[in-house]
Every structure is written in structure tokens, then in C-alpha cells.
């Protein structure tokens, strides 16, 4: 499964882990401040003070190797927490990404890093956004993005948070408690220490947003579903997110069975995990779990031929994340997200599509496979391209939108198209780079670490525009205001787009056409 390696390593791993640039030799430390756990110290930079690395549940290691998050040992006297710490265990980035990073076999990853603006104190009671990194829920890390102009905008405290990935996050075998749900356990750990500790560092827990980008954001719909999750936020950030009925990766490749589901039904994942379990010499479902245990992390990162996402039909996660809690939420795309998938599982694995395949793949997976011949030409563009435009309709616009329709709370949707965008992600192949592909607007949200991408003088301002719009919504529920018109979904349907100058409401039903979606059941 080449290409979907590419993609998942791809996804996460093209952003670092620091949070800044190299500062003084001693770095400035930050006021000391109390946690349920004992005493820490962070850094003063700049307008912003940083605590990196803050454990909110005990090392999943040993027995707590596919266990449920456990609660964090104390400490006397005060710690350092000015470093950033260790990602969870993943493989090295591929070859290919922007930014190259190494594999991580640290289990200890189980952490959060809070950033607040300078001046705040501990009755500020600022609002606070908590933010999941994405990486197809096999890669990534918390620290791979500096929220500090998001901080400074709100003002806000910003919460970003490791949590399990791949094999270590959704692994289930039978009768194993938390089965295919670890890794969505630890962000409610992260969520629920948050909520007994952020007003320390001036945060309101009664204001508290979550969001995410892309298996972030699938996260993001995971907790509005969960009821294990009820009470731990008040509103969402939906980046991207694969929250609706279709499987990304059943899009990007139609063959692709039942083990390629993003969410899987638990069953599933435990058939999953039996065989997994076999492959890695642990064969006697009796004992798999403890022969699991005993292995070195670094045969377990790779994921034994398995995409461990999260299941479904527990206790965590009843169902898949359809129909949500109703809560404010900002929700949106990038205009071209398929790009990016299809450069990993195509062009970038050595088997670009020709025209033959994708008509074939084209027919097999349109319900009017003649209209669908007239909507995706392979010629005028490439068969790659072509495929890519598919791959945004079925998987996101479309199932994007059919959801907006269904939001019984206040919901603010936007659709980003600067076409000049730099691709955040892999390296696209020529025939891929004309598009404003999967995760495009994160640069223009956070600091990219450390690689920030060169703007121009009005991506720059429109960055700016585009940060005070989603700390308007953190901070007041609304991300109108500051000269921008943003009109809330109605049954008329109103999306946002978000161009290389410009932020305009269009119409929904133009969105609609533009992507196609009468063809994939909207």
C-alpha cells in the first residue's frame, strides 16, 4: 500500500516539531504557573508565553500500551516546560515533503502545548481554542503549527495536542477495552484536562472551541458525536473534515475494501487487529495483546498493512459522525482537496493514472456514468487532474455541503480558493499543481514550523483577514465583523470563498454546480 503510506506519513509529518525560531542560548522563562500535577515554567517569546509539553495523561507504555489514557503523575518543586516534547510514536516523513522529519518511537507523547499572550493572568478567563493536528490519523504532532497569531488576535489561550496514532491509537482486538478508539480517548483526556486546568493560565473552560484540519477535523466531528465527550466544548472548527457518508479513500481508490474505511464498524477493526496481530509473530488471539505489548514500538509504526482509523459501534463512538451535537460551528474546504490525495496515491507512487483507467474508474463509481464523462473530461486537463476533481466532489464539497443543510445550530461555511496558495503538504507533480489543494489555508492560520511559507504582500493581508475572521469566531461565535460580511448558513445556503484578495459570500447552489454535486446524490 504504497501510496496510502505516502499520504498518511505526508499528511502529518510535513510540518516540524518546534514552535519558534532559535531563540537566545538561555531563553527567557515565563511566569510559573500551577497545574493539577505541580508547578511549571514555559518561555516568554515574544508577545506570547509558551508551556510545551504538558502531560495530561500518563505514558501509554507497558500495561497503558492500548489502554485508556490514565491520569498523569504529580510532581514536587517546578519543572521546566519551555522545550517542546516528543511526537508520537510514526514513521519518518516521505520522501518528497516540503519539510522532512524522522521517525518517532517515543510512546511519552501523550502532551499539550498551551500558548497565551503575554499580559494574561489567571482571572483573564480568555477563550480558548484546543486544536487537533491532522495526518490521517497515522502522523502529525501538536507543535507542527505556532498559534501565535491566533493567540494574539483573539486574544485566546490556544491549546494544540499530541495524541495516539496508527496501530497505537486504533488498534482493537476482541474484548479489548477502548478497541479502535484510543487515540480519539486521549483528545477527550486532553479536553477534560483542559477543563481543569486552563483557567491557570487564564483560560475560560466554559469557552472553550475545538478544531481541527483534516483528520483533525475528522476528530473534531468525532467528539460532537461522542457522548463521552458532552460538556468538554461549546463550538467547532471543521477544516476539511471527512464528517459525512463518503470514505475518503474509498473515493481515491474505488477498489479499495472495507480495512480502507475511515470509520470502521469494531468488528471490523478487531478482525483487523487479529490478523495485524499475526503478521507481527503474535498469531494466538489468547495472548495476542501481551505479545503486542512486548514488541519494540519501531515494529508497530508502519501498522502491519493496516490504515488504523477509528471505530464505530462503541461506546466512544456510537455511530459515524453524521448528525452531531448541535453546536456554533465554522466549517469549510479547500477548492481543489483531491490534488493531494491523488498525487500520493498516483502520480507520486509511480503509477499515474492514463485515460483509459480513470474513464474505468469513472464508470464504475458514478451513478450516470455518461453525465459524469461530461463532467470530468481527461483530456482538456490530464487523467490525473481529472481524477483529482472527482476525488474533491464525491469526498468533501458535496458531503460537505449535503451537512450544512442538516446544521440546527449557527454554522459559518467558507470554501478556500487562492490559487496561489503554496501546497503545504507533499511535493505536487506539474500535472496536480494548479490546484489550491488539501490543507492550503493552514499557512495562512498558523505559522508552519519551521517552514512558514514566503507571501506575498496580499497573501499577507489576507492571512490577517482570515486570522481575525477565526478568532472572531473563538472569541464571540460570530466570525463576521472587521469589514467582513460573513452570513450564516440558511436553507438558502451561503458559503464564504475565500480568494487571493477577496472574501465574498457566493451562493451555494453556484458551489453545487461548480463541484458537480447533483451527479453524487446533493
Known amino acids: 500500500m504504497p501510496g496510502r503510506r505516502l499520504l498518511a506519513v505526508a499528511l502529518g509529518t510535513a510540518l516540524l516539531a518546534a514552535c519558534s525560531a532559535p531563540g537566545p542560548a538561555a531563553p527567557a522563562i515565563g511566569p510559573a504557573v500551577t497545574v493539577e500535577q505541580g508547578v511549571v515554567t514555559g518561555l516568554a517569546d515574544g508577545d506570547v508565553l509558551r508551556y510545551r509539553g504538558l502531560p495530561y495523561a500518563a505514558p501509554p507504555v507497558g500495561p497503558l500500551r492500548w489502554a485508556p489514557p490514565q491520569p498523569p503523575a504529580a510532581w514536587t518543586g517546578t519543572r521546566d516546560h519551555t522545550r517542546p516534547a516528543a511526537r508520537c ?21 501523550l502532551t499539550v502545548d498551551v500558548t497565551v499572550p503575554v499580559g494574561t493572568t489567571a482571572t483573564s478567563k480568555l477563550p480558548v481554542l484546543v486544536w487537533l493536528h491532522g495526518g490521517a490519523f497515522s502522523a502529525g504532532a501538536g507543535g507542527d503549527v505556532d498559534p501565535r497569531r491566533l493567540a494574539e488576535a483573539g486574544p485566546m489561550v490556544v491549546v494544540t495536542a499530541n495524541y495516539r496514532l496508527g496501530m497505537l491509537g486504533y488498534l482493537g482486538l ?15 483526556a486532553a479536553l477534560r484536562w483542559v477543563q481543569r486546568n486552563i ?46 457518508a463518503a470514505d475518503l479513500y474509498r473515493v481515491v481508490v474505488p477498489a479499495a475494501g472495507p480495512v480502507s474505511a475511515t470509520w470502521k464498524p469494531v468488528d471490523q477493526v478487531a478482525q483487523n487487529g487479529v490478523a495485524a496481530a499475526a503478521r507481527l509473530g503474535c498469531p494466538d488471539p489468547a495472548t495476542a495483546l501481551a505479545c503486542l505489548r512486548a514488541l519494540p514500538v519501531a515494529r508497530l509504526v508502519d501498522g502491519a498493512g493496516v490504515y488504523w482509523s477509528p471505530a464505530v459501534g462503541t461506546p466512544t463512538l456510537p455511530a459515524r459522525p453524521v448528525d452531531p451535537r448541535p453546536m456554533p460551528t465554522l466549517a469549510g474546504t479547500d477548492r481543489d482537496e483531491g490534488t493531494l490525495f491523488t498525487a500520493a496515491f498516483y502520480d507520486n507512487s509511480g503509477a499515474p493514472l492514463t485515460v483509459d483507467r480513470f474513464r474505468s474508474m469513472l464508470a464504475a463509481v458514478a451513478p450516470d456514468p455518461a453525465a459524469a464523462g461530461g463532467a470530468y473530461p481527461a483530456l482538456d486537463r490530464s487523467p490525473s487532474r481529472a481524477w483529482a476533481d472527482v476525488v474533491t466532489d464525491r469526498a468533501y464539497t458535496c458531503p460537505a455541503l449535503t451537512g450544512y443543510d442538516q446544521a440546527t445550530a449557527p454554522l459559518y461555511a467558507y470554501e478556500f480558493d487562492d490559487p496561489g496558495a503554496p501546497a503545504t503538504f507533499i511535493g505536487m507533480p506539474q500535472a496536480l499543481a494548479d490546484g489550491v489543494t488539501h490543507g492550503a489555508e493552514m499557512a495562512y492560520l498558523f505559522d508552519l514550523v519551521p517552514g512558514q511559507p514566503t507571501f506575498t504582500p496580499a497573501q499577507q493581508a489576507q492571512a490577517d483577514r482570515m486570522v481575525g475572521a477565526w478568532a472572531r469566531f473563538v472569541t464571540v461565535g460570530d466570525p463576521g465583523g472587521g469589514g467582513l460580511t460573513w452570513p450564516r448558513w440558511t436553507s438558502s445556503g451561503q458559503v464564504l470563498s475565500i480568494g487571493a484578495t477577496t472574501m465574498a459570500a457566493r451562493p451555494a447552489a453556484d458551489m453545487a454546480a461548480e463541484h458537480h454535486c447533483s451527479l453524487w446524490g446533493r
Open 199 to 244: 483557567a491557570a493560565f487564564g483560560g475560560d473552560p466554559a469557552a472553550v472551541t475545538l478544531g481541527g484540519e483534516s483528520a483533525g477535523a475528522d476528530s473534531v466531528c468525532s467528539q460532537r458525536v461522542s457522548p463521552t465527550a458532552a460538556g468538554l466544548f461549546r463550538q467547532a472548527i471543521v477544516q476539511s473534515g471527512e464528517c459525512g
Open 174 to 188: 476482541p474484548e479489548l477495552d477502548g478497541s479502535g478508539d484510543f487515540g480519539i480517548l486521549d483528545q477527550q
Open 89 to 109: 510514536p510514526q514513521p519518518a516523513a516521505a520522501p518528497g515533503t516540503p519539510h522532512l522529519t524522522a521517525a518517532s518511537a517515543t510512546e511519552d507523547c
